[in-house]
């Protein structure tokens, strides 16, 4: 299935709601077939944003959206051709697999034949042939997902809109459909707007990342730009873990409790401030004589493909360092450690 996709464009939208401003002026722009992931904790923002997409939520005066040339900003969600997917997926539980597929197709008067072939091909694109006919209640979590997702696919939206579509179910189910997820919207190459507070969701779906905070956007970036050149402390806070070495910086050098690092490129000027962050596994564990920084293990935690180290003396703070595989060391052991010279991050 090929469906047409536009661009959208918010141009200074906000959103106050009884005279509680929660969206600060937003710009963004969203290209045709792109999927734009909103990534941020729990009340920042990102489902107000989405429903002001869908237009569910109409933004303040001032604000305007618009789906390629056309300005949508006052029209209402049955006339914007969006498909969306709420978090509690909200099935028709007296309806089957199929009346639920077919919702919309049965508003809209599509004529039964075509229904009935659309229907078919998404029973068939998610795997739900065998269960067409079932209630929803006889469904597991992860095929109510996709019943969700086919529901809001089969009016043939312009723009699909997903808010946190995984996070009801459990871990392992939530992995194994999140790359399903990835392999369906390439395929459908419709212009997606995915909410989720789960970095490595956002990571994997998003060609670009809006990380918001507190109802503003902190940046926009693809995944691997706010990863290794987060805009702020916000934001390599809340993606992935990030270690801080603090101290006083000296010919080029941050001098810290347990050795000097060389300071990243770029962090010269003068009010950069005195620390500087890098990833647990862009460090790695050196002959303590030659190494940038000694320190002793404070703790280690095997994960399967990597162990983490905490280490304690090396900086003001703990550290966390990823090591491959199997790494036994006991607590109090004296361990050196350096770092990738291009993974320091200087962040304001
Ligand atoms: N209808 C409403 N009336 C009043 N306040 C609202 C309304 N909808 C949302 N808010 C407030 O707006 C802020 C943003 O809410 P929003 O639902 O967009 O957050 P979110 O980022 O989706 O959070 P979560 O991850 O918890 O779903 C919150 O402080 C919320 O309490
Ligand atoms: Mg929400």
């Known amino acids: 299935m090929k469906l047409a996709s536009v661009p959208i464009t918010l141009t200074q939208c906000a959103k106050t709601f009884r005279g509680t401003r929660v969206l600060e002026p937003l710009d963004l722009h969203i290209d045709a077939g792109e999927t734009l992931v909103l990534l941020g904790p729990s009340g920042c923002g ?29 029209l209402p969600i049955e006339k914007r051709q969006v498909g969306m997917v709420f978090q509690s997926y909200a099935l028709f539980p007296n309806l089957t697999v199929r009346g639920n597929i077919g919702y919309g197709l049965k508003i809209k008067r599509v004529p039964a034949e075509t229904a009935r072939q659309r229907v078919d091909e998404l029973l068939g694109m998610m795997r739900l042939t065998a269960h067409a006919d079932k209630p929803i209640d006889q469904l ?173 003396g090396a900086a003001p703070d703990a550290l966390l360092i990823d090591v491959a595989g199997r790494v036994e060391l006991a607590r109090g052991t004296p361990v050196g450690i350096s770092i990738a010279q291009d993974a320091l991050i200087a962040l304001s």
């Open 46 to 74: 990102k489902t107000t944003t989405l429903r002001m997409i869908a237009g569910l939520e109409t933004p303040d005066a001032g604000g305007r959206i618009a789906f390629g040339e056309d300005d949508v900003t006052a």
């Open 140 to 312: 597991s979590g992860g095929q109510r997902q996709r019943v969700a997702l086919a529901r809001a696919l089969a009016v043939q939206p312009r723009v699909l809109l997903l808010d946190e579509p995984l996070t009801a179910l459990d871990a392992r189910l939530r992995d194994a459909l999140r790359s399903e997820m990835n392999t369906l919207l390439r395929e459908l190459g419709i212009t997606t707007v995915y909410v989720t507070h789960d970095q490595a969701e956002a990571m994997e779906l998003g060609d670009r990342i809006v990380v918001m905070s507190a109802g503003r956007i902190e940046q926009i970036g693809s995944p691997r730009e706010i990863y290794y050149r987060p805009a702020n402390r916000t934001v390599a806070q809340f993606v992935g873990t990030i270690n801080r070495l603090a101290g006083e910086r000296r010919d080029g050098m941050l001098t810290t409790t347990g050795g000097a690092v060389p300071l990243p490129a770029g962090s010269t000027h003068a009010n950069s401030a005195h620390e500087i962050f890098f990833r647990p596994e862009d460090a790695y564990l050196a002959d303590p004589a030659h190494a940038q920084l000694r320190g002793h293990i404070e703790s280690t935690a095997f994960l399967g493909e990597r162990t983490r180290l905490t280490v304690g």
